[in-house]
């Protein structure tokens, strides 16, 4: 049986609120200029109205005069993106900033944000002519709807970037909110290697190739060089193993010597999951442990990232059969995450969703179940039941019952991951075609059974 993110391996948070921030812009500021002339969708989430002003500002500034940025505001009764954007197809090198989304649906009986989800959701065709990066402003609010509300709009998004309230700007709590821990800050995919080395090139050639403002476009690089391997989606194999190797390395050295340790944390970590994924056991351990001993210090032994850096220790701890080792470490990231981030978090679920797989290598099946079901019921309630993570833990669920003999019922799970895989993956995807494998393997089984 192929497994489909038995253990799941994540990336961490940058440092401060402001250091987050810095990072997240320079994120958005590196894809604006690499999809110049091309239409690319960002969400960027701020919940703060001077914040998102001087951002937008500072975007303007950053970008000009080499390209022009346009602020356009949605139709308070007919907020429509397409119409909005619509008035400045015309501009030669043009960026359309849209807010007003800040506006809708504040009142009772106010149906203007269910207008404006209907227009997302059938915009699709009359956009596709707009050849431009478009910044769609949203607050949180409306993001925590905007996946189910507007599906279609969501899945062709380019990007998704989360600016953080800061106190001298919005004048309110610098607490880390809880939605912070389950963000999007890479879309290095959203690019070809192309695109984000003519990037990179501009960036080295402007500030330096050892500046810090080149070190959130070698980590992105080595991320999508990085990806490009594990969804076997590379060209030159060995090449672009030493890509990654090289641009997370560089982005390394630059953390270690502006002293960025969260940021270094992630690289870290990145780094470990290629060496696992490759097999690289010995050399991914030691990345791994620096990565974890990192957020217990700067963040607290009870932090998120935390949890997360005991999970990944723990994947390869599994990986290696040394199960002993793994399960108190994965113990005690689902209990961070529970009392951190809640019962029913999606990271919780992907901590109940590792146990149980590790209970399963081991043939504790009765113990694997609850914890199996219990992570599938929450991707379906916070996810959707169209994610991805959501059909992961199906294939999983099935994986347990068919271990056990109980075909029958991993049948319809097998069935059911399958179809969730090609419509939000695709066919060639590596968990599709795992999973088509899977599911053809139990049917074999029934179909001899019934023989």
Request: glycine share 6%.
């Amino acid at each position: 049986m192929n497994t489909v993110s038995k253990f799941e391996n994540k990336s961490f948070i940058p440092d401060s609120i402001a250091g987050l921030n810095r990072s997240t812009f320079n994120k958005l500021l590196v894809s604006i200029e690499a999809g110049i002339d091309t239409l690319q969708i960002f969400i960027g989430i701020c919940d703060a109205d001077r914040q998102r002003e001087q951002l937008i500002e500072k975007f303007s500034l950053s970008l000009a005069p080499e390209m022009h940025t346009y602020r356009v505001q949605l139709d308070s009764q007919e907020p429509s993106l397409r119409l909005a954007v619509e008035q400045v197809t015309n501009r030669q090198k043009a960026i359309a900033m849209v807010i007003g989304a800040e506006s809708l649906g504040l009142g009772k009986d106010d149906p203007t944000l269910d207008r404006f989800f209907g227009y997302l959701q059938w915009t699709r065709e009359g956009m596709r002519a707009l050849n431009m990066p478009i910044v769609l402003w949203i607050p949180s609010r409306i993001h925590t709807l905007i996946s189910r509300k507007a599906p279609d709009f969501y899945s062709w998004r380019n990007g998704i970037f989360h600016f953080e309230p800061e106190v001298d700007i919005s004048q309110n709590s610098t607490s880390i909110p809880q939605q912070i821990f389950d963000r999007e800050l890479t879309i290095a995919s959203a690019f070809t290697p192309e695109q984000m080395e003519s990037s990179l090139a501009k960036v080295i050639a402007r500030w330096g190739k050892d500046s810090s403002e080149a070190e959130p476009l070698y980590a992105q690089l080595g991320n999508l060089y990085a990806e490009r391997i594990k969804n076997g989606k590379c060209i030159e194999r060995e090449q672009e193993i030493q890509l990654a190797e090289d641009y997370l390395n560089q982005a390394i050295a630059i953390q270690t010597k502006e002293d960025r340790l969260i940021s270094l944390a992630t690289t870290l970590n990145d780094l470990g999951g290629l060496r696992l994924f490759l097999g690289k056991y010995n050399e991914a351990e030691p990345l791994y442990l620096g990565s974890l001993q990192i957020s217990e210090q700067q963040l607290g032994a009870e932090h998120p990232n935390t949890a997360q850096s005991l999970n990944n220790l723990a994947e390869l701890y599994r990986s290696q059969g040394r199960y002993s080792e793994a399960e108190p470490l994965l113990l005690r990231s689902l209990q961070i995450r529970e009392q951190q981030l809640g019962a029913d978090h999606p990271d919780t679920a992907q901590s109940l969703n590792n146990l149980a797989g590790l209970y399963e290598s081991q043939g504790r099946y009765s113990e694997a179940e609850p914890l199996y079901l219990r992570s599938l019921s929450i991707y379906e309630q916070q996810l959707g039941a169209d994610h991805p993570n959501t059909a992961g833990s199906l294939n999983n669920l099935a994986g347990l019952y068919e271990s056990q003999g109980r075909y029958s019922e991993a049948e319809p799970l097998y069935s059911q991951a399958l179809q969730i895989f090609e419509k939000t993956l695709g066919k060639d995807h590596p968990k599709t075609i795992a999973t088509r494998d899977n599911y053809a393997q139990c049917l074999k089984q029934i179909a001899s059974l019934s023989k």
